[in-house]
């Protein structure tokens, strides 16, 4: 025989403890809203739905051991709650509050005596979170081409090429929203025909462009989107309702499989006109949009919560377009200011999601274009008005350091208004 032997300790009741080598894990994952735990044994927990309380043994043993851990690394959303049922925790009765607030933890606990109870042995975060790998390709898709609104869309391959038109699903529009969801796909949403709708299309990740599928939320254009979270989730935020004057600041969650939740309430000031990318990890920022709302951005949380204002950095403007570069930064660029002034400044978003001052532009001022990471790490600008009306064609391809390069002629068909996304991990 060989091997390691284990040291267990032995109970007063004469019974040898199961070491931590030895658990005997659930086969069961926990989803409940509460759940009754036993010594000897490791637990899974998701919270994605609901938070949950943990009940421990009504009696325990020096050495008795359980270990729970986070599921879904959600705990920060909705976190556990040990209940000690009558016994210590970490030398407090179980009148004290016990709770696992942090996504990604485990908590493995052992009996000492009644005097300290329950113990941890660990309560660590595991830090290293999945992180899907980008998109590598782009779609653009939508907008208006003189006077008249399109459906059609244009593929951009892994090399930032821009692919000749297809021929349009969907309905025409111009400034809906678009972005990636479930990671390696894309969605198309909101827009304006002769009035805002609340239409999504679904974008595969071998670019292919799906049907009109029925709205929910209010219908509106010229809103901005961002991913959040490690799991395929997106939010549209912001807009104009119609009118002129009808722009909103409620959002709209997008989970992993592409479905459009209900509005959120509003945060931060109403506006349309404005751009989104995400930066960081799982996290998201909002900023720019209608100039008499003043020049304000808003972080949003890897949960697809969206903060209050904060006091925006940069030649405040309209219609610029947003895409991610390098590792978890994104950049802000083109649109028009105050006294149709079109721009071809840049902005960065660092990895903390604090935005730098004004770039030197690069490229044909204009606004209403659109914007996507493309190649894993770069991004590429198309379209656009210069403000006279004449619908732009060009590209701008942005480096793995955030610089923007200068025009380059497009094979699509010049538009303004359109939107785009990342979609597909294959080159």
């Given at each position: 025989?060989?091997?390691?032997?284990?040291?267990?300790?032995?109970?007063?009741?004469?019974?040898?403890?199961?070491?931590?080598?030895?658990?005997?894990?659930?086969?069961?994952?926990?989803?409940?809203?509460?759940?009754?735990?036993?010594?000897?044994?490791?637990?899974?927990?998701?919270?994605?739905?609901?938070?949950?309380?943990?009940?421990?043994?009504?009696?325990?043993?020096?050495?008795?051991?359980?270990?729970?851990?986070?599921?879904?690394?959600?705990?920060?959303?909705?976190?556990?709650?040990?209940?000690?049922?009558?016994?210590?925790?970490?030398?407090?009765?179980?009148?004290?509050?016990?709770?696992?607030?942090?996504?990604?933890?485990?908590?493995?606990?052992?009996?000492?005596?009644?005097?300290?109870?329950?113990?941890?042995?660990?309560?660590?975060?595991?830090?290293?979170?999945?992180?899907?790998?980008?998109?590598?390709?782009?779609?653009?898709?939508?907008?208006?081409?003189?006077?008249?609104?399109?459906?059609?869309?244009?593929?951009?391959?892994?090399?930032?090429?821009?692919?000749?038109?297809?021929?349009?699903?969907?309905?025409?529009?111009?400034?809906?929203?678009?972005?990636?969801?479930?990671?390696?796909?894309?969605?198309?949403?909101?827009?304006?025909?002769?009035?805002?709708?609340?239409?999504?299309?679904?974008?595969?990740?071998?670019?292919?462009?799906?049907?009109?599928?029925?709205?929910?939320?209010?219908a509106r254009s010229g809103l901005a989107t961002t991913t959040f979270g490690t799991t395929?989730?997106?939010?549209?935020?912001?807009?104009?309702?119609?009118?002129?004057?009808?722009?909103?600041?409620?959002?709209?969650?997008?989970?992993?499989?592409?479905?459009?939740?209900?509005?959120?309430?509003?945060?931060?000031?109403?506006?349309?006109?404005?751009?989104?990318?995400?930066?960081?990890?799982?996290?998201?920022?909002?900023?720019?949009?209608?100039?008499?709302?003043?020049?304000?951005?808003?972080?949003?949380?890897?949960?697809?919560?969206?903060?209050?204002?904060?006091?925006?950095?940069?030649?405040?403007?309209?219609?610029?377009?947003?895409?991610?570069?390098?590792?978890?930064?994104?950049?802000?660029?083109?649109?028009?200011?105050?006294?149709?002034?079109?721009?071809?400044?840049?902005?960065?978003?660092?990895?903390?999601?604090?935005?730098?001052?004004?770039?030197?532009?690069?490229?044909?001022?204009?606004?209403?274009?659109?914007?996507?990471?493309?190649?894993?790490?770069?991004?590429?600008?198309?379209?656009?008005?210069?403000?006279?009306?004449?619908?732009?064609?060009?590209?701008?391809?942005?480096?793995?350091?955030?610089?923007?390069?200068?025009?380059?002629?497009?094979?699509?068909?010049?538009?303004e208004g359109s939107a785009a996304s990342g979609y597909s991990y294959s080159a």
């Open positions: 025989m060989s091997g390691i032997v284990q040291n267990n300790i032995l109970r007063s009741s004469g019974t040898v403890a199961v070491s931590a080598a030895g658990l005997n894990w659930s086969d069961t994952i926990i989803t409940g809203s509460t759940a009754t735990v036993e010594a000897g044994n490791g637990y899974w927990v998701n919270t994605t739905s609901n938070t949950c309380t943990i009940t421990l043994p009504s009696s325990a043993e020096k050495g008795d051991q359980i270990v729970i851990i986070d599921y879904a690394r959600t705990w920060g959303t909705n976190k556990i709650i040990i209940d000690s049922n009558g016994l210590n925790y970490q030398g407090n009765d179980d009148t004290y509050t016990v709770e696992y607030t942090t996504d990604g933890q485990s908590v493995n606990i052992v009996y000492s005596d009644a005097t300290k109870g329950w113990l941890p042995l660990e309560d660590d975060v595991t830090a290293d979170v999945p992180v899907a790998p980008p998109t590598q390709k782009a779609i653009i898709g939508y907008g208006r081409v003189g006077s008249t609104k399109v459906s059609t869309s244009n593929l951009v391959n892994s090399s930032g090429v821009v692919a000749s038109d297809t021929t349009g699903v969907g309905t025409e529009r111009r400034i809906p929203g678009a972005v990636s969801y479930g990671g390696d796909k894309a969605i198309f949403a909101y827009g304006l025909t002769s009035s805002a709708v609340s239409m999504s299309n679904l974008v595969n990740n071998s670019g292919v462009v799906g049907n009109d599928v029925s709205g929910v939320g209010t395929g989730q997106a939010l549209f935020a912001y807009g104009e309702i119609g009118g002129g004057s009808g722009r909103t600041n409620i959002s709209n969650k997008v989970n992993n499989s592409g479905v459009i939740a209900s509005d959120t309430t509003g945060v931060g000031t109403s506006r349309s006109s404005l751009a989104g990318n995400a930066y960081g990890v799982g996290l998201g920022i909002f900023a720019y949009g209608t100039i008499s709302a003043g020049n304000v951005s808003n972080l949003v949380s890897n949960t697809g919560v969206v903060a209050t204002d904060v006091t925006g950095v940069g030649t405040a403007r309209e219609a610029p377009g947003a895409a991610g570069y390098g590792t978890g930064l994104a950049l802000f660029a083109y649109g028009e200011a105050s006294g149709s002034n079109f721009l071809n400044e840049s902005n960065k978003v660092s990895f903390t999601g604090v935005v730098a001052s004004d770039t030197t532009g690069v490229g044909t001022e204009r606004y209403q274009v659109s914007a996507a990471s493309y190649g894993g790490d770069k991004a590429i600008f198309f379209g656009g008005d210069d403000g006279a009306g004449t619908r732009l064609g060009m590209t701008n391809l942005v480096s793995n350091t955030g610089v923007v390069a200068s025009d380059v002629s497009a094979v699509a068909t010049a538009r």
